[in-house]
């Protein structure tokens, strides 16, 4: 049953629409702590009304061995949403409680250009992850098998699929795309207060949750912020939670493990309202806290795989050539490379900072290089190695997204040229890159997101695509001679496309 909820909700997230406004999607999840207890009377006054470019869908807690809840409607991102909150998924009826909700959307809107967000918050107070901490308050275990087999696990799947059938989450007649950015989880506290034995499986069991809710959203990638858990001593043995350091450095070990997670551990310095929780300063600045750990890990370039010898010989070349501001850049990768560019334009200064091989994440690592001359032009072509290697589009848009942005606070005179990626050709007598030219859906996809992206950000989007196709929207013969490369009319056939994007 789990496995078909998870392939229903994928939908949304796989989908494009013309028009659409692009929200980066979180997702704020765990026990008590996530769900806030910050009192919304001791708000200051600019986080005490709505804040317009963001949207959240707060699902309705549900109990274990329960009928399977994730109630909630998307509504403009306003204080009340801590603990006590509930909805019946027409009316959302607020508490008098907060969460991290508010000054993380704020600082995560304000370092990202202002870009909508949007986010999903499914959080119970007094849950674990294992089973036999589960006590009276529930369990986020996808193995779960008592009673009738419903738990927190099947509460958050129900919330994600409720959450991405709306189409249109801001009401403005558009359809909207969710694209998947981050995960913020609080938990940790149940799991510390039983059992050693518990607490010291907690590193597996959040791996293997973490990696279940990347599923959910279909982003193997997405990065994750982990919040300590921390204690108060208001007990009378001064330790509320007895196994709390077991868990704490089962946190640390998941993160040094992950590649793409981080600890937040401010939590230390938090004064508390209860035995338990924060209090409103503490969840005012724990906001923060999530947003700055999550911007340093989105601005890490994705996938961080070796690149080639080939690659670090001509990266370590290009930063000891002397690039100017009349430069007309030519950057990307193989098919890029194999441009003979200065004879091919000639009467333009060129500079080919193609790389055999490269992606997107490589081509961020050289943006130093790239930018040292500030360039007038720079076409951009990547990211057909990065779908060879099952990178997702999301996820490629993602580095695009950084790219953009460095060469904008770099080089800001530069004009930034979005070309599509070619097509490719899977005939059997090309079977040498058969796992670049099976991805003839992947490119149009990515395509279109490139478009979107370029429009979006004020850029030129230049479509080479549907220049170079025959049948079945393959890339045409006489251009290539392995289904992926291109030959010398193929080059030709390019160099007439850009002329007159070179004499703008």
């Not at 799991?191 to 990347?214: E, F, P």
Request: with cysteine.
């Amino acid at each position: 049953m789990r496995c078909f909820s998870t392939a229903v909700l994928l939908v949304m997230f796989a989908a494009g629409h013309a028009g659409a406004t692009d929200y980066a999607l979180y997702f704020l999840g765990g026990q008590s702590n996530m769900e806030g207890y910050g009192y919304v009377s001791e708000l200051p006054a600019e986080l005490s009304s709505d804040q317009a470019g963001v949207m959240i869908f707060h699902g309705n807690i549900g109990s274990d061995n329960t009928t399977v809840d994730g109630r909630g409607l998307w509504h403009m991102l306003r204080p009340g949403h801590g603990t006590g909150f509930s909805t019946d998924g027409k009316v959302n009826h607020y508490s008098e409680r907060f969460g991290v909700e508010l000054t993380f959307a704020k600082a995560m809107r304000a370092s990202h250009s202002d870009q909508p967000v949007a986010i999903i918050k499914y959080a119970k107070g007094g849950t674990s992850i294992d089973t036999d901490a589960a006590g009276n308050f529930g369990c986020w275990d996808a193995d779960y098998s008592y009673g009738s087999a419903i738990n927190q696990y099947d509460h958050f799947l129900a919330t994600v699929r409720n959450a991405t059938a709306v189409s249109d989450i801001d009401g403005d007649g558009e359809n909207d795309r969710l694209i998947p950015s981050g995960i913020v989880w609080m938990q940790g506290e149940s799991d510390a207060c039983y059992s050693l034995d518990i607490a010291i499986r907690y590193q597996q069991h959040l791996h293997t949750l973490m990696n279940l809710i990347r599923t959910a959203f279909r982003s193997d990638d997405m990065p994750v912020v982990i919040g300590r858990i921390s204690d108060s001593g208001n007990d009378d043995d001064g330790i509320v939670w007895k196994w709390g350091n077991v868990v704490r450095q089962a946190q640390v070990d998941y993160v040094k493990a992950d590649g793409n997670a981080t600890l937040v551990t401010s939590t230390d310095d938090y004064s508390y309202s209860d035995p338990w929780h924060y209090d409103t300063a503490g969840y005012i600045d724990l906001g923060k806290q999530f947003a700055s750990a999550l911007i340093i890990l989105q601005n890490q370039p994705l996938f961080r795989t070796t690149h080639s010898t080939y690659y670090r010989q001509q990266k370590t070349q290009f930063e000891l050539l002397e690039n100017t501001a009349k430069d007309i850049m030519l950057l990307g990768d193989s098919i890029t490379d194999c441009g003979e560019w200065s004879e091919l334009l000639p009467g333009y200064l060129t500079r080919n900072r193609g790389i055999s091989g490269d992606r997107t994440d490589g081509v961020l690592k050289r943006m130093d290089e790239i930018l040292s001359g500030r360039p007038k032009k720079i076409f951009l072509m990547i990211g057909v190695n990065d779908l060879s290697l099952g990178f997702s589009v999301d996820d490629i848009i993602a580095n695009y997204r950084r790219i953009i942005r460095d060469i904008r606070n770099g080089s800001p005179e530069t004009k930034l040229y979005i070309q599509s990626l070619l097509p490719v050709n899977p005939a059997p007598e090309y079977s040498r890159f058969r796992d670049h030219v099976n991805k003839t859906r992947s490119i149009q996809l990515l395509n279109s997101r490139l478009k979107d992206l370029a429009k979006a950000s004020g850029l030129t989007y230049i479509d080479l695509y549907s220049h170079f196709t025959v049948e079945h929207n393959y890339l045409n013969p006489d251009y290539t001679n392995d289904g992926l490369h291109l030959t010398g009319p193929g080059y030709i056939m390019w160099v007439s496309l850009l002329q007159g994007y070179l004499k703008e």
